[in-house]
């Protein structure tokens, strides 16, 4: 059985996407009875609905949206990785609001859409240390050349777990290796850091890519970070134009073929329970 960690929504009749019109795509609704279809039959028994980078003044309305899901019978949403802004003044104040809202497990502020002295400037790193003793994650979405960057974020901030997105991003098309395997083999060497196996159909080539295409970049992401500290992610709908759910999970069985039950359980169900108590 498989937990979800990285499920996107999109609902365009109830909230708003900016950044949808510059990706033909996904630019459409991806709604949850979509997924939840596939995922079923895919063996999925739980997801974390993760934030879409809603406009800014939606973020709160997009955690409500998300808790009317999860309050359907027999919903697969167990929890959310809200939106934030460590970047801006009123951090402090959304974060005490949200802690009472048990639904949501974690936050995420995608850094590869920003200029990268955003997550440079002292307010974000003193917001982003907030997080410390509160018991929720901070997501990592960064490209492979913003690894080292991630890298300075996870120093500062010991005691908050981050969870790195998308196998670190890298460049399966263009079999960009290094810098980014070093990259991953450094910032894994921080215990508070978890590496989500997710999103790698979008960085191959999505008319050829096969199982072995991404077997490498998963195989490594696993050998630096072990199995006690990875998680799986379907990246719905971002999979799909590149195969989609059922494709991505036949593709990870295919590359756990060799590892035992307690590792398959460990990555696919097991530490994501764990670690964010669902």
């Known amino acids: 059985m498989i937990v979800d960690t990285h499920l996107h929504v999109v609902d365009r009749t109830a909230l708003d996407y900016p950044w949808l019109s510059g990706t033909a795509d996904l630019n459409r609704d991806w709604?949850?009875?979509?997924?939840?279809?596939?995922?079923?039959?895919?063996?999925?028994v739980k997801t974390l609905h993760m934030e879409v980078d809603v406009a800014p003044q939606r973020i709160a309305d997009e955690t409500e949206y998300v808790a009317a899901l999860a309050a359907r019978p027999e919903s697969l949403i167990a929890g959310a990785i809200a939106?934030?802004?460590?970047?801006?003044?009123?951090?402090?104040?959304?974060?005490?609001?949200?802690?009472?809202?048990?639904?949501?497990?974690?936050?995420?502020?995608?850094?590869?859409?920003?200029?990268?002295?955003?997550?440079?400037?002292?307010?974000?790193?003193?917001?982003?240390?907030?997080?410390?003793?509160?018991?929720?994650?901070?997501?990592?979405?960064?490209?492979?050349?913003?690894?080292?960057?991630?890298?300075?974020?996870?120093?500062?901030a010991p005691d908050v777990t981050f969870i790195l997105d998308h196998c670190g991003v890298p460049d399966i098309k263009g079999e960009a290796r290094e810098p980014w395997a070093g990259s991953m083999k450094e910032i894994a060497r921080r215990p508070n850091v978890i590496a989500k196996v997710s999103g790698v159909v979008a960085y191959a080539d999505a008319e050829t890519w096969v199982a072995e295409t991404l077997r490498p970049w998963v195989e490594h992401t696993i050998e630096v970070f072990g199995w006690d500290r990875v998680v799986w992610g379907s990246d719905w709908p971002v999979c799909v134009p590149g195969g989609g759910l059922l494709a991505w999970v036949a593709a990870t069985h295919a590359i756990l073929e060799g590892a035992t039950p307690e590792e398959r359980r460990k990555l696919l169900h097991d530490n994501a329970r764990r670690i964010w108590d669902i």
């Open 83 to 156: 939106a934030c802004r460590p970047e801006e003044e009123g951090f402090a104040k959304y974060l005490e609001s949200v802690r009472e809202n048990r639904l949501v497990k974690g936050f995420r502020r995608v850094l590869h859409v920003v200029p990268d002295d955003v997550s440079e400037h002292p307010l974000f790193r003193e917001n982003l240390r907030r997080l410390g003793g509160t018991g929720l994650t901070f997501d990592l979405c960064v490209l492979a050349r913003q690894l080292d960057k991630a890298t300075e974020l996870v120093d500062l």
């Open 31 to 44: 709604h949850y009875s979509a997924y939840e279809r596939e995922a079923r039959r895919a063996g999925i």
